[in-house]
């Protein structure tokens, strides 16, 4: 009986909700997760909510228990909730939060750097180089290299008052401006060039970033 | 205590040397003490357009390794009386016969005597550049309305506004042809200061006169009826702090209704 006190079943209208306990031994909870699993009885599938309180489970801890739970046909995952997070995940997304400023002009051969965010009031002239972790914001002209989300974070974006780079490059795409022209033409000013799910780096007026990217913003609600 | 103005432009060719020359003419004319340093070793150039190559006998390298004294290696140019001098370059070795202490001592020393020192700089942005903006208060950039110079000068302003102790650099725009410009084929004036973002000092219109004086060794601003001399002795006026309005449209306009006289005139 004190053993199937380590998973609490709940039912709710979004599916199941799989209370896991975070004071056991990981052995214990995954034999008994396999218990429930195999000993219910299910019609159709149904979606199941992970909760793991104070428990930190990297990404191979992870994968046992999805796989347990996946060995029935009837259940999925659908969201895992935790309370904790490592230091290391912590530090990245405070630095990945982290907006610099500079303020000047980035002349041609300048290389401007940010772990984060990176807000320039200024130009960016030709074949000078702003380059950050995260997202890249200008006031002013963007005429040289940006490049955004340089570790990988494909979810930055880069905007600017005027933007017509030679290249624009977010996490590990490359897009040249190979006729600066034609973007000219197409009205450079209040843009922002982002990385659609295909892969591609498209452009688009600044004012879709909120539909775009609403993650960006940290004021959330209003009146 | 003179001021010591380094003139550079990172491009070579767009007139830093020819700039040189008639600035320090210029100024001297204005009955200033003028001192020229040409830092460009190994390839010197600044003698010939002052027409002072064959009075040389010291240079700069046998300043800084004391086999003579700054006095001795200075070449007078007797047109302006003991107003305008040269400090040459040396010809038979290179850029890393000097090193930016040195020329900072030096240009020191000269600032004590002239009112002016003007350092003519190398093409480039290596030893050279560096010794040149070493000594210097104040920095000249030069450009074309080329893009390449424009590029190139971008770079310099950078490298320049790094340096401490530097006042923020003016901008000199040089070989305008108005017609050219008119026509939008090259940037215009307005373009190339809104990129570069830095002061405009002065414009130069593009003349045939300032090659020809040149080999000569008489500098073009010495004939005041020049539209580039024009446009040189506007910019040492506004280095002397005269608010001297730009001749850009005037000259155009001048330059416009030349076209048809001349038209006429056939």
């Known amino acids: 009986m004190t053993k199937s006190q380590l998973i609490t079943i709940k039912g709710t209208k979004d599916g199941l909700v799989l209370r896991l306990d975070d004071h056991c031994a990981f052995s214990d909870l995954l034999s008994e997760l396999k218990e429930k699993v195999q000993s219910s009885v299910l019609e159709g599938v149904s979606e199941v909510q992970l909760h793991l309180g104070h428990r930190y489970c990297d990404e191979k801890d992870m994968n046992k228990i999805q796989s347990v739970i996946h060995t029935s046909p009837h259940l999925r995952v659908s969201k895992v909730h935790s309370d904790v997070i490592s230091l290391k995940e912590c530090e990245r997304k405070l630095i990945e939060k982290q907006s610099e400023t500079y303020i000047g002009i980035v002349r041609s051969g300048q290389v401007v750097k940010a772990d984060g965010d990176l807000v320039i009031i200024g130009d960016v002239n030709q074949s000078a180089q702003v380059i950050a972790g995260g997202s890249i914001y200008v006031l002013g002209r963007v005429k040289g290299i940006a490049h955004a989300g340089a570790q990988g974070n494909k979810d930055a974006v880069i905007a600017a008052s005027w933007l017509e780079a030679t290249h624009l490059k977010i996490a590990d795409k490359i897009e040249i401006m190979t006729d600066e022209l034609t973007v000219l033409s197409e009205q450079p000013e209040m843009e922002c060039a982002y990385l659609q799910k295909n892969g591609q780096i498209a452009i688009d007026r600044l004012q879709e970033l909120r539909y775009l990217r609403p993650d960006l913003a940290t004021f959330k609600g209003g009146i | ?266």
């Open chain 2, 1 to 266: 205590m003179g001021e010591a103005i380094v003139i550079t432009s990172g491009k070579g060719g767009v007139g830093k040397t020819t700039t040189s020359a008639n600035l320090g003419t210029a100024l001297a004319l204005q009955g200033k003490k003028v001192c020229l340093i040409d830092t460009d070793i190994g390839l010197r150039n600044l003698d010939v357009i002052l027409g002072l190559e064959n009075r040389i006998i010291y240079d700069l390298v046998d300043v800084v390794e004391e086999r003579c004294k700054v006095h001795q290696a200075l070449v007078k140019d007797k047109r302006f009386e003991d107003r305008l001098f040269l400090l040459p370059a040396a010809q038979t070795t290179d850029k890393s016969a000097v090193n930016p202490e040195q020329m900072k001592k030096l240009v020191l020393e000269l600032k004590q005597d002239y009112d002016y020192v003007l350092i003519d700089c190398p093409a480039g942005i290596e030893q050279g550049f560096k010794n040149a903006i070493s000594g210097a208060d104040r920095a000249i950039v030069v450009t074309t309305p080329e893009i390449s110079a424009v590029r190139d000068a971008d770079r310099i302003i950078g490298l320049l506004e790094a340096e401490e102790g530097l006042e923020p650099p003016k901008l000199i725009i040089n070989r305008i042809r108005s017609g050219m410009m008119e026509s939008g084929e090259t940037l215009d004036v307005n373009e190339i200061t809104t990129h570069l973002s830095i002061d405009l000092l002065g414009i130069v219109m593009d003349d045939q006169n300032v090659i020809s004086a040149s080999n000569k060794g008489e500098p073009v601003v010495m004939d005041p009826t020049n539209p580039a001399a024009i446009g040189y002795r506007n910019i040492a006026r506004r280095i002397l702090g005269e608010s001297v309005p730009l001749m850009t449209m005037e000259k155009s306009k001048a330059g416009f209704f030349g076209k048809i006289k001349n038209m006429f005139g056939k």
